[in-house]
Structure formats: structure tokens, C-alpha cells
């Protein structure tokens, strides 16, 4: 197995545990022995939509390796859609076609592969590799995602965070203790449905586009209908590529 597979399996001291869902019992069977001899762990398989849904809901594997036509005419991109309903794993799709549509219809499940029948070893096992490496960054990041937003809920402040469409994204503890609204009450919501006077959404948005950190006077409305003064500094969010993906508002 190549350096990235090696790591992993180093890291988590287990190899990967596949799932493998494909109708035809031969190349079901040919699969599983490929896998095994690469070193992964499989812990079951399945022909059809529900017997796929039982055994991720029990095996709880890390990745699986779903063909996109199954047993009773079911369809393996909406079994992986209701397999991710209720949990967040590593989707790789197995098909014999090069069909756009198909693809495109795929997308909605954002799998981290394709593999096209027929495959060899090294098919097999790069996609492997670069779904279960994926997989692991998307967890690092979750983890990281939740220790910054415990450090946000912390602070005695009120810190909001809104997208470019001014939807409010963060809501901390401090926030929803002054305002009285819950997190799940306006997360997503317009932050002018909570503004006393809504042109201070432009003035908000002006001083942004100077580029420059700044300050405002802004009236807020409380859930209780009344208003309050605060006094938020703004500046700019940024994603990995330094480009504007938001506001970020912190009260004094």
C-alpha cells in the first residue's frame, strides 16, 4: 500500500472497513478478495437498497463501495442518500457506465469517488486512499470546527457571524442570552429581520466594502420586541482562498 494508506492505517492502528454493495454476487466476490489482499477490512455485503441501509446502520463501516444499479431495480444513489440521512460516511460509487446524467445525479450525495468497472488493483486502491484521506481531513476539520465554535460560545461577548447573503451563520452563547433568541431560531435567517432600522444593513455592508475594520452603532431587536444599542466591530471573513465569505460582528 502506498504512504498516504500506511498513515492511515498507523493512525487509526485499523484498516479501513469497507462496506461493499453490488448485485452481482461474482464481482461482489471479486471485490472483496481485491480488498483483502490490499490489506482492507471487509465487513460485509449487500444486493439491494435495504439490506445496504440495515448493515451500515449496524456494521457502522468507514467507507462503502456502492454500485449505482441494484437488486430489485433500486438505485444506489438514492440508497447512499438515505444511508447519509442518518450517517456521515465515505461514499464511493461503483458503475460499468460513463453517463453524465448519472453523475450529475450522483453530485446531490457529494461522493468521494467513482470507480469504473473494470478496475485493477491500483483503480481499486488509489480511490480507496483518497476517499478514507478525505474522509479523515473532513473529520479533523468537523473536530476543529467545534473546538473554535466552543472557544466562540465561551466568550462574554456577542459574536455573530453572518454569509455574503447576510444570513446569520454563528450565533454565540452571549448572543442568544442577551437577545433571547435560541441558535436554531436564527441560524440562517436575514440579519435585517433583526435590525430596529434595516438601512443599517447598507451602512454595515458600506463599511465592509472599505476593507478596513470599523466600528457601528446598531440597534437590535430583542425577542421580546424591544430594541437595543450595540456597539459591533465588523470586519471581514475570509475562506482558505482569502476571498470574502462573510461578516463577522462582535459586540462591546
Sequence with gaps: MSSVTNALVEENDLPTRILIVEDDPQMAKFISFKLGYLGYDVVGHASNESRAIQLAKELHPDLILMDIL??????????????????????????AQEDDEIFERAKITKPFGYLLKPFNDRDLNLVIETATFRQSQKAKLSQELEEVRSIINSAFVMIITLN??????????????????????????????YLAN????????SEIARGQRSQLEIKLIQKDGQSMSCLLSLSILRDSHDNPCGILMISH
Design 70 to 95: 441494484l437488486d430489485n431495480d433500486d438505485d444506489g444513489i438514492e440508497t447512499a442518500n438515505k444511508i447519509l440521512s442518518f450517517t456521515d460516511i465515505a461514499i464511493v460509487y461503483l458503475t
Design 164 to 193: 455574503n447573503q447576510a444570513e446569520i451563520l454563528e450565533f454565540n452563547k452571549a448572543a442568544q442570552w442577551v437577545l433571547g433568541y435560541s441558535y436554531d431560531e436564527v441560524h440562517g435567517k436575514k440579519i435585517i429581520d
Design 198 to 205: 434595516q438601512n443599517d444593513l447598507g451602512l454595515i455592508k
